[in-house]
């Protein structure tokens, strides 16, 4: 597995979709074919770019072809990111905020005072 092949098979947005759909396990082809309005041809070649990526892996179970994520394809990425990215994701810092300035208030001791007038 290459990076080239796995970046170039990531590139598309149709594929990174169907990477999402199976990170929670493996689908039959049918329920991957649901979830987009594209004549089916164009997912199974979205599916072979990925199998042909060492992304996806299938299963034939009958007429039936399931499909699998192949995490270490995404290690692969992984492994090549983390140096570039140092040892922690970091977050971008958002710019500081200006401190509110909380009115003082006045403890007055004789509460009527500022009532009288100054004469």
Same mark, same amino acid.
């Given at each position: 597995m290459q990076v080239e092949s796995i970046a170039k098979a990531l590139g598309d947005e149709s594929r990174r979709k169907i990477v999402?759909?199976?990170?929670?396990?493996?689908?039959?082809?049918?329920?991957i074919f649901?979830?987009?309005n594209f004549a089916a041809p164009t997912i199974s070649r979205h599916l072979s770019?990925? /199998?042909?990526?060492g992304l996806v892996s299938t299963?034939?179970?009958g007429v039936f072809i399931y499909?699998?994520?192949?995490k270490e394809a995404l290690h692969v990425i992984q492994n090549w990111l983390a140096p570039l990215l140092g040892s922690a994701i970091e977050k971008p810092k958002s710019a500081p905020r200006e401190r509110?300035?909380?009115?003082?208030? /006045?403890t007055e001791?004789?509460?009527?005072?500022?009532?009288q007038s100054e004469f």
């Open positions: 999402e759909l199976l990170k929670d396990g493996e689908l039959p082809a049918s329920t649901e979830q987009f770019v990925l /199998k042909e990526a299963r034939r179970n499909y699998s994520l192949e509110s300035q909380k009115p003082k208030i /006045k001791s004789n509460p009527f005072e500022k009532f």
